[in-house]
């Protein structure tokens, strides 16, 4: 198939276009490298020794949507292109509505006007609402809790009204759990701007020396050792999810929604020992208050991506480290030009 796959540059796309060319697809990513860089394109193109077609532009530009549409004549879309940091969205809504709502009814529409009708979307364990039992099952109750979230849950709701508008339409909706880990090579991985908001990006740069420790958002939660419970899943496994999904949809109409996580959890505490363990450094931290919008506990229930598409995750916690690092000691400043 031809693919086109939007955010293609980003941490998890980059992952992805690396097995869906290995299974023989043409690729051409649209991205706009507001949060990644061209770097990782030359990259996945020297280890899959593979062309990527590349469209450098905003998903806010139906025109540029449409060239490509009309240049590449794709036959499915693989949308990661979205802004994704929860803090951030408190500070600038209208960016995460225009970006990822606009901009994905923008593809939507010209999706639809090409006849283009097979789509796998980046949702998010975070549309959950907070109140729901553990672990998270894809029918439980949507109520995301900040913008960002907001915008993933909206979309979703549009693109079941599409999917039950016309019966044509082909649509995978995967849920992430928290990503983590990088491609055995060392040689892509996750390259975050600035302060890493999330857990494994800070704690690999407290380990690389870059950063003197981590802080630990609150030790009082009802989890195992009083830190927050995460079900981390490498990157790998969730870029395995995505060419599953592909796979069900060609045999498949409507649209389905899957949890893509392992069902296990791992506490801030626990992440801290095994990242020290398996890199040999030592990670200083220190226990801060909790931080705003944090739930306990997140964990998925895999079980109906394992049942409809065959698909589990297979790597451990201590493999994510260990992909993690490699990742971050060959490239102590990602993909910066110095390296
Ligand atoms: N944490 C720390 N210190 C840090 C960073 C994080 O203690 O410096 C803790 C958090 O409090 C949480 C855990 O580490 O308990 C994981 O935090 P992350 O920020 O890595 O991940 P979250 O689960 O908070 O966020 C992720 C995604 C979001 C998504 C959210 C809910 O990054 O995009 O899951 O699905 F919205």
New binding site residues.
Partial sequence: MRILVTGGAGFIGSHTLLQVLAQGHEVAVYDNFGNSSRESLRRVREIAGREVLLKEADLLDKAALDEVFEAFQPEAVIHFAGL???GESAEIPLAYYSNNVVGTLNLLNVMQERGVRRLVFSS?????ASDNGLPLVESMRRG?T?P??RT?QQIEEILEDLGASDSSWRIAIL??????GAHESGLIGEDPAGT????????AQVAVGQRPR?????ND?DTVDG????DYIHVVDLAAGHVSALQYLNEHAGVHTWNLGTGRGT??LE?IDTFARVSGRTIPFEI?A??L????T?LADPSKARDDLGWRATRSFEEMCADHWRWQESNPRGYAPEN
């Fill in positions: 994704k940091a929860v998010s364990a975070t549309v959950y995301a900040n960002y979230g993933k849920r992430y759990f928290n990503p983590v890493p908001n999330n857990l494994l990006p800070f704690v981590v802080r630990v958002f609150g939660y830190t927050g419970v995460r506490s801030v992440v801060g909790r931080r919008g944090d739930v306990a997140s």
